[in-house]
């Protein structure tokens, strides 16, 4: 399967139907494949070849699917950094230097670009194209599939990867393919669908959602602007029915709902994933918006989700049973658990096997694909229900090891804090002791609460803990933040920064707080 066909099969009489609207004006499906054919035919003329790799500088609009479509029906290999709206200029000169592409096409206007030819080798192939420029030949209306097959390591995606170190995870067109069917499937999309852009092309919700709307002859909505807080009023305005937002981007998304009162009555389906998402969120959220709501877990590796919490599981209420539910594995890999010989209570390591696997990842001294050997270990620790759901406890490199011996996972430890009303940010950490006597955990958190006293911030976190937790999984110290803690561009926040931060003196013991029944 290839990308390029997930439109051309579109229905005879689809050209005048609307297929993108954006902030400056609407394309019907008639436009936009006018415009791969003309950036196919462009792609050509300036010496791209079937087979050749090139790094692509996108604006997250209409012309990077345009170009993802025309580099399909080319044959050609795209790298990109994953799910970076903005990449610094030293960012983009690395990659470059490290992949030493054949041509670097940017889809971007102004001075970054000129910044970036006068960084890079004299050598360096830069072409720009506009698949929407008026002097575009009229003549030229046929999509010509130069490469049939579907190409290997279509996506080289630059990412933290699951180790914390820079990885290049390299996908198929073939999983790209699969995985846009089956989410969209999961997610209902429709011919009658009107489905908002809300992730980027280099992350796994924007291929996966432009090119879904496509497969399913729907429409697809950009926003205007990625001011979160304003998108409840696009919502509206588009009568959306289908989106997916991470749980930062939500929160502000629900923030704006409730100071604006938009009416999201048009939402179907709303999809969230790539971390947890508090209790509180999560049920508020869907007071504000009564749809169907879907949990996707996945990788990077994987391209997209491949487990499941649907609107069923919501109104069985599975994320209150567990903290970290993210339902059943669908029928796209095969996942079981590795337990090391230290496992205790059934908690092993995610691994998986199957074709819904990446290629494997991009080696950048050979320049050679390493593919997977027979297990992908995903590193995160989880267990399965006896309903066979994956219950995920937390990343293996995250993990802190107490003074007692028992392992805290700080995603665990996090869950529980964010359901307290007053905290806005939560963060657990592991602080080098005196004399290098092992690590301390510390859960970090700011919001209200983190004004109180130290007497009223102790008994409330006790109580929060003594709830769910065990008192051998608490962590020893609160560190109360005034400010908020610093982010990254992705809104992660950065752990070496708090660190930084962190007053010892401000800490607040909790192994001596009584607990509050």
């Known amino acids: 399967m290839k990308l390029i066909w997930l439109f051309q099969s579109a229905d005879d009489g689809m050209d005048n139907k609307i297929a993108f609207v954006t902030p400056a004006r609407t394309y019907t499906y008639a436009d936009i494949c006018k415009a791969v054919a ?6 050509g003329r300036l010496g791209v070849r079937r087979g050749q790799q090139v790094v692509l500088i996108p604006e997250h609009d209409e012309s990077a699917v345009v170009f993802m479509a025309a580099a399909s029906a080319v044959g050609i290999q795209i790298v990109m950094p994953y799910n970076l709206q903005n990449a610094a200029i030293p960012e983009w000169v690395n990659i470059i230097q490290t992949v030493k592409p054949d041509h670097v096409v940017y889809l971007r206007q102004g001075k970054a670009v000129e910044e970036l030819q006068w960084a890079t080798a004299e050598d360096t192939h830069f072409i720009k194209l506009n698949a929407f420029a008026e002097n575009n030949c009229a003549d030229i209306i046929d999509i010509i599939v130069g490469s049939p097959d579907p190409v290997e390591n279509f996506l080289v995606l630059f990412t933290s990867g699951t180790t914390g170190k820079a990885k290049a995870v390299s996908v198929s067109e073939s999983l790209v393919c699969k995985r846009v069917a089956s989410v969209s499937k999961q997610l209902k999309f429709s011919a009658d669908a009107r489905i908002f852009m809300s992730g980027l092309i280099n992350n796994t919700t924007g291929v996966i959602f432009s090119f879904g709307a496509l497969l399913h002859n729907a429409t697809l909505v950009f926003p205007a602007g990625r001011v979160i807080e304003q998108w409840p009023q696009q919502v509206e305005h588009h009568r959306i029915t289908h989106m997916m937002l991470r749980p930062v981007a939500l929160r502000r998304f629900v923030e704006g709902t409730r100071e604006c009162g938009d009416d999201l009555s048009s939402l179907r389906v709303m999809a969230y994933g790539a971390a947890a998402l508090p209790k509180k969120l999560l049920e508020e ?11 996707g877990y996945g990788l990077s590796e994987t391209f997209g989700p491949f487990c499941w919490l649907t609107e069923d599981d919501h109104q069985r209420k599975l994320y209150e049973e ?13 996942i079981s658990l ?14 998986l096997r199957g074709a819904g696997l990446m290629e494997g990842y991009f080696d950048l001294s050979s320049g050679q694909v390493q593919p997977v050997v027979e297990f992908f270990h995903t590193g995160d620790y989880g267990h399965f229900s006896e309903n066979g759901e994956l219950i995920l406890k937390g990343r293996i490199s995250n993990t802190i090891l107490s003074k007692n011996g028992h392992r805290l996972y700080p995603e665990e430890v996090e869950s529980v804090i964010a359901g307290i009303a007053d905290v806005k940010e939560v963060l657990l950490l592991s602080i080098p002791t005196a004399n290098n006597l092992g690590n301390t955990p510390v859960v970090c958190i700011y919001g209200p609460l983190a004004q109180q006293s130290d007497e009223v911030i102790g008994q409330v976190i006790s109580a929060q803990l003594g709830v769910q937790l065990s008192k051998e999984k608490w962590p020893d110290y609160v560190y109360p933040s005034r400010f908020p803690f610093p982010k990254s561009v992705n809104d992660k926040i950065i752990k070496a920064e708090v660190l930084k931060t962190i007053d010892v003196k401000a800490l607040i013991p909790i192994s001596v707080m009584e607990e509050i029944s």
């Open 38 to 43: 003309h950036t196919i035919h462009a792609l």
């Open 285 to 295: 959220a869907r007071a504000l918006i009564p749809c169907e709501w879907v949990q």
């Open 322 to 334: 567990y903290i970290y539910c993210v339902g059943r594995p669908d029928d796209s890999l095969d």
């Open 338 to 351: 590795h337990f090391s010989d230290v496992s205790e209570n059934s908690v092993g390591e995610v691994v």
